[in-house]
């Protein structure tokens, strides 16, 4: 089974080949991977999949550490390894300068996935699913923000420096 779970439209995930999907429409990050993991914790996926932008690369880091699975970002291409029941995954390393296949070996396996190098389903609007409701969860933080620190640190000026350690590129 497929499922969706995202703000996209119900009937267009389905036409697009979900079987069931879950609406979900999260206030930020944080809502997300609370909302993730009280699912999925009982439905068990084998894969799941996000979009490759900034929520999604943060919301798969942190929900396969919450779900003890493991987590591949950027993937530029993808293949299941049918004997492991593995996705081995084509992503970029090094900003770029190289690419790697890698597989995750820990349950759930979680990818995002950059929207433009895959081709769009065929939509079939014929096509049936179910939906299903999901309530986005408030997170729980361990801490909370009180306010701008009554700190200011001392300045050292650069030629003051006893020594100077700059990295970077170019």
């Not at 084509?90 to 396996?109: C, F, L, N």
């Not at 986005?136 to 003051?160: F, I, Q, V």
């Amino acid at each position: 089974y497929l499922h969706y779970v995202g703000p996209a439209d119900s009937g267009e995930a389905i036409a697009l080949g979900a079987d069931r999907v879950h609406p979900l429409a999260a206030a930020d990050a944080d809502a997300a991977v609370a909302t993730l993991a009280a699912l999925f914790a009982n439905a068990k996926p084998e894969f799941v999949f996000l979009a490759a932008d900034e929520t999604g690369n943060e919301v798969a880091a942190r929900l396969a550490g919450r779900l003890r699975g493991g987590a591949i970002l950027n993937c530029i291409a993808l293949r299941l390894d049918e004997a492991a029941r593995e996705v081995v995954a084509s992503h970029p390393v090094y900003d770029g300068a190289y690419y790697r296949d890698s597989a995750v070996t820990a349950k759930p396996q979680i990818f995002t996935v950059r929207p433009e190098n895959f081709p769009t389903p065929a939509r079939d609007s014929g096509r049936t699913g179910e939906v299903e409701s999901v309530t986005a969860s408030e997170p729980e933080h361990p801490s909370r923000d009180t306010g701008p620190a009554a700190y200011t640190p001392p300045a050292t000026p650069l030629h003051k420096a006893a020594r100077v350690v700059a990295v970077g590129r170019g």
